[in-house]
């Protein structure tokens, strides 16, 4: 679609770009102090960032051009890190661990280290994805003592990828939640909520819209349906991760290396 039309809205506190349809209906906005962008029309994603990249400044791009530091550069996170953090606290003594296992008692550590394991599979499969012009950051710290598990960057776009690992489950999801086993969990909500966090933290950074979509990738389950009304939030088993390798948007390779380049950089996360 071409003729969207862009314009500055300044008020109450508020900086915003609107971008509207030539007949002057509105199909987004961007808030230019968080970096939060609302789509009305989904499918018009494409054509509403072209329209707006022209009114981002470049000299809006602090982070993508200083130098990091080795404290400050994500880049070397290994899949599970904040996992394996939480499994060293809670690691029992031996003699609690052989008790617990006498007895036949599920420690507070094993949910852990199942978790753990579940990062580190997703984790290799989403490295596989490196020679086809995909860049992949772990363990992406926010403020609350929470973490992404994992941000893909590439030529299909950028994914917030979250891990569930259900050994042998039977998983249905549904618009906003997951039931598994009787129990419901909200993990279609939670990731929707950590891929806005992460957009909003990247479109400040490179100072234009990085829309961040949500993923969620369910490993070792024995059976995955999901409703066909669920659009926004990709849903998949660790295998099916090597398909984002024939995902295409048109992203330019200095356009996903400006991204990584933000991504890695631990300030962006601080005001996520």
């Given amino acids: 679609?071409?003729?969207?039309?862009?314009?500055?809205?300044?008020?109450?506190?508020?900086?915003?770009?609107?971008?509207?349809?030539?007949?002057?209906?509105?199909?987004a906005w961007l808030d230019r102090r968080t970096g939060s962008l609302e789509l009305l029309v989904e499918e018009q994603r494409d054509a509403v960032l072209d329209a707006l990249a022209p009114y981002l400044a470049a000299s809006s791009l602090p982070v993508a051009h200083k130098a990091l530091c080795s404290d400050d550069d994500l880049a070397g996170n290994r899949p599970g890190?904040?996992?394996?953090?939480?499994?060293?606290e809670l690691a029992p003594g031996f003699w609690r661990w052989a008790l617990a296992?006498?007895?036949?008692?599920?420690?507070?550590?094993?949910?852990?280290?199942?978790?753990?394991?579940?990062e580190r599979r997703v984790g290799v499969e989403l490295?596989?994805?490196?020679?086809?012009?995909?860049?992949?950051?772990h363990s992406i710290p926010l403020p609350g003592d929470v973490d992404i598990?994992?941000?893909?960057?590439?030529?299909?776009?950028?994914?917030?990828?979250?891990?569930?690992c259900h050994r042998g489950a039977r998983v249905w999801v549904g618009d906003d939640s997951v039931r598994i086993g009787g129990q419901s969990y909200p993990y279609v909500r939670k990731s929707r909520a950590e891929a806005r966090r992460a957009s909003s933290a990247l479109t400040r950074a490179c100072g234009f819209p990085v829309d961040v979509q949500p993923v969620l990738a369910f490993v070792a389950v024995a059976e995955l349906q999901v409703v066909p009304s669920l659009r926004d939030v990709r849903v998949l088993q660790e295998r099916d991760i090597a398909t984002f390798k024939h995902l295409k948007t048109g992203w330019r390779p200095d356009a996903v290396?400006?991204?990584?380049?933000?991504a890695r950089d631990r300030r962006t996360w601080v005001r996520s």
């Fill in 1 to 27: 679609m071409s003729g969207l039309q862009v314009s500055v809205w300044k008020r109450y506190g508020h900086d915003r770009l609107y971008v509207n349809q030539p007949d002057g209906t509105k199909i």
């Fill in 81 to 88: 890190d904040a996992l394996q953090t939480k499994v060293d």
């Fill in 101 to 118: 296992r006498l007895s036949g008692r599920r420690l507070e550590v094993d949910s852990w280290r199942t978790g753990l394991a579940g």
């Fill in 127 to 137: 490295e596989r994805l490196v020679r086809r012009g995909w860049r992949v950051l």
């Fill in 149 to 164: 598990d994992h941000v893909l960057i590439g030529p299909g776009g950028v994914f917030c990828v979250n891990t569930k």
């Fill in 257 to 262: 290396d400006l991204v990584y380049a933000a």
